[in-house]
């Protein structure tokens, strides 16, 4: 899963690394646009295009800074039913690279979407986890330039994610425990099973 297509591409970090439990720095205001800042970004694109994922932060690549890229593209959201995707509120976007994210949470906290989520640096295992519908997230581009991206569903579920990252916090952390599996588990048993039974079934 992991296994990059680009020998030179750096290893993705596992848990248990401390860079994975730190809080990444910021990026000073004098490296946005630079052309190091630029390596990094296009690095970690080739890095979460060949593993294949729809995010990475810097952290999991060894790097202590709030760098954040993400992607979910057209392929990958092929692969779900329409009712799986209709459920997820998962719809392709082209890549962004967000530099110091800041994360609006939006809501609403009364009712949070659960679903199975992975992640590279925790490889071959997923689990339930809440998260929050809606989020705006402000930082800058690659280029230097602000952003603003107020998203719903699975790309809020991303960036929720991958800010996360940013704060040394995994979904171990924010997850059902008792829904913690071996992604082949997942496929296995609750492949195309609406949420709600899967919650009943494992009692969460
Ligand atoms: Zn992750």
């Known amino acids: 899963m992991t296994e990059s297509a680009k020998p030179d ?85 082209a890549a962004r690279t967000i530099i110091n994210p800041v994360l609006e949470l939006l809501g609403p906290v009364h009712d949070r979407p659960v679903h199975f989520e992975g992640c590279l640096s925790v490889d071959g295992f997923a689990a339930l986890v809440p998260r929050d519908r809606e989020v705006e997230v402000t930082g800058y581009d690659v280029d230097g330039s602000p952003v603003r991206w107020r998203v719903t569903g699975w790309p809020a579920r991303i960036l929720q994610h991958e800010v996360d990252h940013l704060e040394g916090t995994l979904y171990l952390d924010r997850m059902f425990t008792r829904t913690f599996a071996r992604v082949e588990h997942v496929r296995q048993r609750f492949a195309a099973k609406p949420i709600a039974e899967i919650r009943a079934e494992l009692g969460v």
């Open 9 to 93: 591409l750096p290893p993705i970090v596992q848990t248990g690394a401390a860079v994975l439990r730190a809080r990444a720095h910021e990026v000073a205001t004098a490296k946005l646009g630079s052309s190091e800042l630029r390596a990094l970004v296009a690095t970690m694109l080739d890095v979460m295009r060949a593993a294949p994922g729809v995010g990475l932060a810097a952290p999991q690549i060894g790097v202590p800074l709030r760098v954040i890229v993400l992607e979910d593209r057209p392929e990958f959201v092929a692969t779900l039913t329409e009712s799986e995707r209709a459920e997820k509120e998962r719809v392709a976007f």
